[in-house]
Each structure stands twice: as C-alpha cells, then as structure tokens.
C-alpha cells in the first residue's frame, strides 16, 4: 500500500454516531459494525478522498507526541480488505 493512494469510504457503507450504542458506527444492507474510537477516528479521514500521509497528518496534528503512521496505515490496509475503504 503506498501512502500516496488516495482512498475513501466506500458509499455501501453509512457511519454515524449511535447514542444507544455511544459510538460511531457502520451501517449496510446486513447489519451493523461497532466502531472502536480510533477506528471511527481513522474513518473520519476518508470521508471525502484524501491519501493516507494526509489522514495520519492530519490525526497527528490531533494528537500529537504520538506516532501513528504505522497504526493507521495497518487500519487501512484491514479496512480495505473489509470493503469499508475503497480507492479512487
């Protein structure tokens, strides 16, 4: 995967915010996915098209002091694989 793959969420899938679960969440045709807070944090990212540098850019200038370039560049790479995330 490079860095420079811009990516987005795929439009099957539909996030919000669930107050009776008190979480993001994805909803599709078959159910639903519980979305851990920084998944639903990494996701955000991808709302519109955006490269991965971009997202962890983004979500270290959020949260700094920490490295992230390797967590969210696995989270995506999962993601992908669960259709969540799709390239442009």
């Not at 679960?21 to 991808?46: D, H, W």
């Not at 991965?52 to 200038?61: C, G, H, K, P, Y």
């Amino acid at each position: 995967m490079s860095d420079e793959v811009v990516y987005q969420r795929n439009a099957m899938f539909r996030m919000q915010f669930e107050k009776a679960q008190e979480s993001y969440v994805l909803l599709f045709p078959e159910g639903m996915v519980k979305l851990s807070e920084s998944a639903a944090e990494i996701l955000l990212q991808f709302e519109q098209p955006s490269p991965v540098s971009a997202a962890i850019s983004r979500l270290e200038a959020k949260f700094p002091g920490v490295s992230l370039a390797q967590d969210v560049a696995e989270f995506v790479e999962v993601a992908c694989d669960k259709k969540w995330l799709e390239s442009c």
